[in-house]
T-cell receptor
């Protein structure tokens, strides 16, 4: 069964540093999403991406965040200057029809 | 506001007992609802979607538009059902579709 792959599985970074979280969606899917889950809290929508542009973003997705699909396969989430409160599990999802397939997540720890 | 409510953060049942995980939604349009399961340290996995009316791992969920509910049920719980369960609603806005999650219910099935 096709999978969404996320790397790295765990990243530790210092506050103020930039991080890039990577996702390889399922190849024939057209819609891509990032979600995050702060420890002990619910899964929250960050951003959706379609046709090489952001289609919707949440209030969480401020100017510190950006997404791109640099080479037609990878789908990245960049946090420009990390804050302690960015520590969370970040999930990528790709979508075809009604099926959302999630990656296994990247646990980001900001120290 | 469009949202998903899972009133129980924690639910414990004994093996073999029936289990019901509650989900209520608020949405002005025609709802598309899902149940996702997250086993310990694993990715979010689709369990059920209301449009397919299928039964997976013995779980079923019926959409009740009158009560705006989509409760997840299983007649005989198994220990391997212990996991975090999320109810989710697709919110459509133009061409954008966003999966909104409830806060989740941690199910523990006791031996």
């Amino acid at each position: 069964e096709p999978e969404v792959t996320q790397t790295p599985s765990h990243q530790v970074t210092q506050m103020g540093q930039e991080v890039i979280l990577r996702c390889v969606p399922i190849s024939n899917h057209l819609y891509f999403y990032w979600y995050r889950q702060i420890l002990g809290q619910k899964v929250e929508f960050l951003v959706s991406f379609y046709n090489n542009e952001i289609s919707e973003k949440s209030e969480i997705f401020d100017d510190q965040f950006s997404v791109e699909r640099p080479d037609g396969s990878n789908f990245t989430l960049k946090i420009r200057s990390t804050k302690l409160e960015d520590s969370a599990m970040y999930f990528c999802a790709s979508v075809a029809n009604y099926g959302y397939t999630f990656g296994s997540g990247t646990r980001l720890t900001v120290v | 506001a469009q949202r998903v409510t899972q009133p129980e953060k924690l639910l414990s049942v004994f093996k073999g007992a029936p289990v019901e995980l509650k989900c209520n939604y608020s949405y002005s349009g025609s709802p598309e609802l899902f149940w996702y399961v997250q086993y310990s340290r694993q990715r979010l996995q689709l369990l059920l979607r209301h449009i397919s009316r299928e039964s997976i791992k013995g779980f079923t969920a019926d959409l009740n538009k009158g009560e705006t509910s989509f409760h997840l049920k299983k007649p005989f719980a198994q220990e391997e059902d212990s996991a975090m369960y999320y109810c989710a609603l697709v919110i459509s806005s133009g061409s954008a579709r966003q999966l909104t999650f409830g806060s989740g219910t941690q199910l523990t099935v006791l031996p």
